[in-house]
């Protein structure tokens, strides 16, 4: 996923509270060291949402990646309140914007665009013949941040559909919604918190919209997918694809940050919500079979895990009792979590492209993919991740330029594929295969 990385809370710079009384009642401070649990949850997260891919353990893993945006509300919420207590001046306010969003740029895109260009470059070779047509649109609309509104306008094909798997860059779709999280929500924020600011309430500003947010998007959500005069295949994808439907996850996340620090709950109790909280996230990724339709019921458990998980950690007391010892039983999670974003870059393009070649080995050739995207997600965090996110140059304009170049990788892949499909035959061999695809997914594979 498109989440931010291990350090997010532990570097980001701690100036002087601007305004104190809000930084104390959101206890901002001695509470942004580094989280290890939360680097661990999202290695559970992603391997759920892996296994789940390559047709093994966990047929539930799609509600992986509802916890990858309760975290995410919940971090990068937690990050931009910081700012927002800091800094006074419009000035400051102007430079904290941009140093989020450059961030983010420097965090997420080069890894993204590197990936789209070589899945659009190499699906002529090695994708489905059926999945074809759709890479290209969906790898552009992905470098533009609106995957999910490509797959939900331009395919009509829902993400649970057996047509889908053709296309190995289906995946992108949650990578979309993150984006737009990201460029919207700073601003959303800011404008609620300024207006609580006016009555010097900018935390019960914050609480009543986090909230609202919260009821009004889970409202439509559940409305889209269960409303019996609504509930169209239609409403059901759109309840699954957009933005609007999913902003509650995101806003579940922030909701933890903007709690009264009061509500902090004593050790024992914290402990009990942490492991009631990974009850439900692990039961339904167990369980739960897939479908469009129950998504949303099944993202409400992960949800709620995943906030008792996060509040279940969020303490001074727990950040230091559960440092070394902790941290080391945990290091195989927080290994994943630290590889995650890239392991889901790669995974799902790789999957598909081993089910192509081998449409009915079973689940080995898929668990092989997933191993190959382990390795590809290891050299993409060491060689693309941490060369752009330590880079000493983060001026906004170097970034700017950066991003163009991330966004105009993809575009330019999409514009040589069709010539690379031409250069390359159909072998009676590949023709036999897609076939047998084909008949896997029940659909014409020369679509």
């Given at each position: 996923?498109?989440?931010p ?17 809000a ?11 580094y989280r ?26 799609f509600?992986?990646?509802?916890v ?5 509300g ?29 961030r983010?740029?420097?965090r997420l895109?080069?890894?993204l665009?590197?990936?789209l260009a070589a899945v659009?470059?190499?699906?002529p ?10 890479t290209?649109?969906t790898g552009?609309?992905a ?19 057996p047509v ?13 919604v993150?984006e737009?999280?990201?460029?919207f ?10 207006l ?5 309430r900018?935390v ?5 919209f986090?909230?609202?947010?919260i009821?009004g998007?889970?409202a439509l959500c ?7 005069a ?7 994808r ?31 109790l ?5 492991g ?6 692990i039961?339904p990724?167990?369980?739960l ?21 996060i509040?279940g950690g969020?303490?001074p007391i727990?950040a ?9 039983a945990l290091a195989p999670?927080?290994?994943?979590g630290?590889?995650?974003y890239?392991w889901?870059?790669?995974h799902?393009?790789l999957?598909?492209f ?12 898929l668990?092989a993919a997933?191993?190959m ?11 693309i ?14 970034t700017v ?6 966004i ?5 892949a999409?514009?040589?594929?069709p ?12 023709l ?16």
């Amino acid at each position: 996923m498109g989440q931010p990385l291990a350090g997010e809370l532990a570097d980001t710079p701690g100036p002087a509270f601007a305004d104190p009384t809000a930084a104390t009642e959101l206890g901002l401070g001695p509470l942004d060291g580094y989280r290890p649990d939360i680097q661990a949850l999202r290695g559970l997260a992603v391997l759920a949402v892996v296994l789940y891919h390559a047709k093994v353990v966990f047929p539930g893993g799609f509600v992986g990646v509802d916890v990858f945006f309760v975290i995410s509300g919940f971090v990068i919420g937690r990050v931009l309140l910081k700012r927002f207590a800091a800094n006074s001046t419009a000035t400051a306010r102007r430079s904290g914007f941009s140093w989020f969003y450059v961030r983010r740029a420097r965090r997420l895109l080069p890894a993204l665009g590197f990936m789209l260009a070589a899945v659009i470059l190499l699906a002529p070779l090695l994708a489905p013949l059926g999945g074809l047509p759709a890479t290209s649109p969906t790898g552009v609309a992905a470098a533009l941040f609106s995957a999910n509104a490509y797959l939900f306008w331009g395919t009509g094909v829902g993400y649970f559909d057996p047509v889908a798997e053709l296309n190995p860059l289906l995946h992108t779709w949650s990578l979309s919604v993150e984006e737009q999280f990201y460029l919207f929500l700073p601003v959303v924020l800011y404008l609620s918190w300024r207006l609580g600011k006016r009555r010097d309430r900018p935390v019960q500003s914050l609480r009543v919209f986090v909230i609202s947010l919260i009821a009004g998007s889970f409202a439509l959500c559940i409305l889209l997918s269960y409303s019996g005069a609504i509930s169209t295949q239609t409403g059901i994808r759109f309840a699954f694809f957009s933005p609007f439907t999913r902003a509650w996850e995101f806003a579940a996340g922030i909701l933890i940050v903007v709690l009264p620090v009061r509500l902090l709950a004593p050790a024992k109790l914290r402990r009990v919500a942490i492991g009631v909280g990974l009850v439900l996230i692990i039961v339904p990724m167990l369980l739960l079979l897939s479908s469009s339709q129950i998504h949303s019921t099944a993202g409400l458990f992960a949800v709620l895990g995943t906030m008792l998980v996060i509040y279940g950690g969020t303490s001074p007391i727990q950040a230091q009792a559960g440092s070394e010892k902790g941290t080391a039983a945990l290091a195989p999670a927080i290994w994943l979590g630290d590889l995650s974003y890239s392991w889901y870059l790669w995974h799902w393009p790789l999957i598909v492209f081993a089910a192509a070649f081998w449409p009915n080995s079973g689940s080995l050739p898929l668990l092989a993919a997933v191993g190959m995207a382990l390795l590809l997600a290891w050299l993409s965090y060491n060689l693309i991740e941490k060369r752009f996110k330590s880079a000493h140059h983060k001026s906004l304009k170097r970034t700017v330029t950066l991003a163009a170049c991330c966004i105009a990788a993809p575009l330019i892949a999409a514009a040589l594929a069709p010539t690379l499909k031409h250069v390359i035959p159909d072998t009676p061999e590949r023709l036999a295969q897609q076939r047998h695809v084909a008949e896997r997914v029940g659909c014409d594979s020369g679509t």
